[in-house]
């Protein structure tokens, strides 16, 4: 039995799967509700599956790149879970989760590629390219994304999905080969990534172990008015 923890982007999602199954799912898309919600719904996918904490045998948590806040929160939370039960901690690239769960719900053709998109700032996301298999064509990185993007796929079929690929919808509105596709983040998209991962004891160092941020969190502040 695996607990799924996903806070990468704006949805706080809880899961928890047993024998390859989700058995429970908890979650709200909603911008800064992690730090308040997240051991909230924990408890009661819990509770709703009527499953005790010592049950558990991992907890997998979505290891970034996205919101650096949520990251902090969610990976935290894993490790604090991980520590006090004594069991492993399984680490998922947020990207790689995503296009899981798009091949899942989406007939993808054996020579389309997924390009699952998180916002990062202006005109640049977070992504990668994927086969249908989730073989990886194009690294995980921040990419600034302009017409010229994508040109090498041009022959193939091209799904965009995430909260970063919107603001690309009039950019390629007259590329007949890109596709985009209404998506969601989800702790259920872990699962078959934590499963295989879980199964071959690849775990991580609780004491050690730090979100994938890609970039340094910037701040900054804001600008005065001029009077």
């Known amino acids: 039995m695996i607990l799924l923890i996903e806070t990468a982007t704006t949805t706080c999602s809880v899961a ?29 996918v819990m509770l709703n599956a009527k499953k005790n904490y010592s049950d558990l045998q991992a907890v997998a948590v979505s290891m970034g790149p996205g919101s650096y806040t949520g990251l902090r929160i969610g990976v935290s939370t894993a490790k604090g879970l991980c520590y006090a039960l004594d069991i492993p901690l399984i680490a998922i690239d947020t990207i790689e989760a995503m296009a899981s769960g798009l091949i899942k719900t989406v007939a993808i053709p ?22 249908k298999d989730l073989r990886l064509v194009e690294a995980v990185s921040a990419k600034i994304v302009d017409e010229e993007s994508f040109k090498e796929f041009e022959k193939h079929q091209l799904f965009l999905f995430g909260d970063g690929s919107d603001k690309f919808k009039t950019l390629f509105s007259n590329h007949g080969n890109i596709n985009f596709v209404d998506f969601s983040t989800s702790a259920s998209h872990l699962n078959d990534l934590a499963i295989q991962k879980f199964n071959q004891a690849q775990f991580e160092d609780v004491a050690y172990f730090e979100p994938f941020y890609l970039k340094d969190f910037l701040v900054t502040t804001p600008k005065k008015d001029n009077i």
């Open 16 to 44: 928890l799967s047993e024998n390859g199954h989700i058995i429970a799912l908890k979650e709200l898309n909603e911008s800064n509700i992690h730090a308040g919600q997240i051991t909230v719904f924990i408890e009661e």
């Open 110 to 131: 054996d020579t389309g590629l997924l390009i699952p998109m998180l916002d990062a700032r202006r005109m640049e996301v977070y992504t990668g390219v994927y086969r």
